[in-house]
């Protein structure tokens, strides 16, 4: 029964998450009741994701970084060059959404990345390196991104950033390898199977809570904020389709690839929140929030295609 539920909602991805999002903007005082729950159920999605990986796996993508600094690239300069360009042409009276555009764009890449590159045949030590290394620099990048981009004075808390790694991705990690390590791989060959279920439903849980912290935002819309939100839309949808397309001019290999598109796709929109409600006017979260709309949707829609190419025995 497991195994058809997964295979199911793996099938009817791309309808599933519109949907959580929905149930979460049209119901957000019930959906808002899971938020204190996300970063534990985060923390199983990494341990679930993890199991695929290995010590020496991790190890290997440091030896031969240039996926991992491909990705870097694109995430933490193209991206958000990108985003900061788009903001100055479409709205350049308004620094506060353009503020937001590219806050969007410069944080880490997603935790949640790592259920979509196992659910695709993904490279799982490769994408649970970037997550782990992205969220590390991310109290410096960040800072760094908005100065040279923005000229914005920002100052993240490292140690709460920290904190939330080390629960949320660095903790479950290690566990899901030790596993691995300690019965000569027998765990990442029978576990990530019968757990792969229970991600899914982990997935719609955080996509449903999170999803109403938009609600407030979607019922103020007016023209300027559906240009913005078409504009977010734009760019994240570019991110999956640049990550996919740098993969094939690199001649990159199928699984390669995958996390080289979510990977630079996807992107840590929570910690983004936090940090424009910590320290930005509101306006600034308008972009932020709006991207938590389109992630997961623009993730099961490429994530079709790229189930498409594999009946077709291609990448591109």
């Keep these: 029964m497991l195994r058809k539920f997964n295979s199911f909602i793996e099938k009817w991805m791309a309808l599933v998450t519109p949907t959580c999002l929905l149930l979460g903007v049209c119901f957000p005082d019930i959906a808002k009741c899971g938020l204190p729950y996300v970063p534990a159920v985060f923390a199983f999605m990494t341990f679930a994701g993890a199991l695929k990986s290995r010590f020496k796996d991790v190890a290997n993508v440091f030896r031969h970084p240039g996926s991992l600094l491909i990705i870097m690239l694109l995430v933490h300069v193209i991206i958000p060059t990108a985003a900061c360009g788009a903001g100055h042409l479409f709205f350049g009276n308004n ?35 970037l997550v782990v290394l992205d969220t590390v620099l991310a109290p410096f990048l960040i800072p760094a991104t908005l100065k040279i981009l923005l000229g914005s004075a920002v100052t993240i808390d490292p140690a709460r950033m920290m904190r939330e790694l080390i629960f949320m991705v660095a903790l479950p990690a290690v566990v899901a390898m030790v596993l691995n390590q300690i019965t000569d791989g027998k765990v990442m060959e029978t576990w990530p199977g019968k757990l792969a279920p229970f991600s899914k439903l982990a997935l719609i849980f955080v996509v ?61 929109i929570s910690a983004g929140a936090v940090i424009a409600a910590a320290y930005f006017p509101g306006e600034v979260m308008f972009p932020v929030m709006i991207g938590t709309l389109f992630q997961q949707v623009l993730a099961a829609l490429f994530g079709k295609l790229l189930a498409q190419k594999k009946e077709k025995q291609e990448f591109c």
Excluded at 106 to 123: E, F, H, K, Q
């Design 95 to 129: 620094m506060e959404l353009i503020t937001g555009m590219v806050l969007e764009f410069a944080v880490p890449t997603a935790v949640v990345s790592l259920m979509w590159v196992t659910i695709y045949d993904g490279n799982s030590p490769l994408s649970l390196s």
């Design 208 to 268: 449903t809570s999170n999803s109403s912290k938009v609600a407030p935002y979607i019922r103020d819309m007016n023209m300027q904020r559906v240009k913005v939100a078409l504009a977010i839309l734009v760019l994240a949808a570019s991110g999956y389709a640049l990550g996919w397309f740098v993969a094939y001019i690199f001649r990159k290999d199928r699984s390669t690839g995958v996390s080289m598109m979510y990977g630079t796709g996807m992107r840590n």
